[in-house]
């Protein structure tokens, strides 16, 4: 499938540690898909550190695919990929994916999104009306 026209909408190392996420977990909601993302963070001394976790909704999703990363090409860019910086949350305007997405749901503002997760080596396609991200939400230790 071919997929163009990147737009990168969301970075989650605004957030992420620069060695970037600890766990990923999917998880669908009705129509939505739900991406927890656990991560560690720095408390208010240098020394401290602790989890947190964001959640990042997919709202109704008619199409999904979850790849490992790097992995076998599922898809092939085609143009300028100017836009396009792994790990982070992109908008493709051009999009077989997409096509194939709007053609089973009928609805004309999905979107076609990616993302990668770097450290747990997973990507993600998703075709969806839009997405939110959670504030931060600490994470209590697990003993």
């Avoid at 076998?72 to 100017?82: K, L, M, N, R, S």
């Avoid at 790990?87 to 194939?100: A, P, Q």
């Amino acid at each position: 499938m071919k997929i163009g026209e990147p737009l990168q909408v969301l970075n989650p190392y605004d957030w992420l540690p620069g060695y970037g996420e600890s766990k990923v977990t999917f998880c669908s909601d009705g129509l939505d898909i739900v991406v927890e993302i656990i991560y560690d963070r720095v408390g208010t001394d240098a020394e401290e550190f602790s989890s947190a976790k964001r959640t990042l909704c997919f709202k109704n999703v008619s199409s999904f695919i979850k790849l490992p990363f790097p992995g076998t090409a599922v898809f092939d860019f085609v143009g300028d990929a100017t836009g396009l910086e792994l790990g982070r949350l992109t908008e493709f305007k051009t999009s077989d994916l997409l096509m194939l997405g709007k053609g089973s749901f009928g609805s004309e503002q999905q979107k076609h999104y990616a993302i990668q997760f770097l450290s747990e080596n997973l990507s993600l396609h998703v075709v969806a009306e839009g997405y939110c991200l959670s504030e931060e939400i600490p994470v209590l230790a697990q003993l």
